[in-house]
């Protein structure tokens, strides 16, 4: 059964930063790309990022370009998003969630998610 | 970035009875490889959101008989043939073709 835990989420100030982590387990991490969707409080998905299996090809969204990182470590099955300068409209639960290639925009399988509030 | 449109935006079913959601793409998402990248997926009520149907006809793994997927270019639907309780929920269609990908506003179904 693939299972996806995300943890790291928080309150946080503006301009902070923070480390969402998401474990991953049932399937060979390791062949499959891996992505980060939000949701705003009641609000629609938005796609914020991706990394190729292999970790050497990475995709952000616009409107986190330069302030996340998107990282994985296929020894650990585990899966990083590095968020910093952190605004008021990054609030959102952060879904971790599965690719269904080594590449590719394709998704399966989303973790329960982590909720990140930035206020001060 | 391509948009997504889904209508309608809410839809109200007796259990037993029929329901569509329509979802139309500002580009194609016919992909030269031959593959049309639409997704839907459901977020049921406090819950994550699960995939339905991938690659716009072809029903994900335990999904029932009852989703079925169709379209091509930049119209496509999903069709509930018989809704049942379990079904409410907001259902969203995604792109897959561009960069990045792109949902539709969702559209949320309860039951009467």
């Known amino acids: 059964e693939v299972q996806l835990v995300e943890s790291g989420g928080g309150l946080v100030q503006p301009g902070g930063s923070l480390r969402l982590s998401c474990s991953a387990s049932?399937?060979?991490?390791?062949?499959?790309?891996m992505h980060w969707v939000r949701q705003a409080p009641g609000k629609g998905l938005e796609y914020v990022s991706a990394i190729s299996s292999n970790g050497g090809s990475t995709y952000y969204a616009d409107s986190v370009k330069g302030r996340f990182t998107i990282s994985r470590d296929n020894s650990k099955n585990t899966l990083y998003l590095q968020m910093s300068s952190l605004r008021a409209e990054d609030t959102a639960v952060y879904y971790c969630?599965?690719?269904?290639?080594?590449?590719?925009?394709?998704?399966?399988?989303w973790g329960q998610g982590t909720l990140v509030t930035v206020s001060s | 970035d391509i948009v997504m449109t889904q209508t309608p935006l809410s839809l109200s079913v007796t259990p037993g009875q029929p329901a569509s959601i329509s979802c139309k793409s500002s580009q194609s998402l016919l992909h030269s490889d031959g593959k049309t990248y639409l997704y839907w997926y459901l977020q049921k009520p406090g819950q994550s959101p699960q995939l339905l149907i991938y690659e716009v006809s072809s029903r994900f793994s335990g999904v029932p008989d009852r989703f079925s997927g169709s379209g091509s270019g930049t119209d496509f639907t999903l069709k509930i043939s018989r809704v049942e309780a379990e079904d409410v929920g907001v259902y969203y269609c995604m792109q897959g073709i561009h960069l990045p990908p792109t949902f539709g506003q969702g559209t949320k179904v309860e039951i009467k």
């Open positions: 049932g399937f060979t991490f390791s062949s499959y790309a």
């Open positions: 969630v599965k690719g269904v290639a080594a590449a590719g925009t394709g998704i399966d399988y």
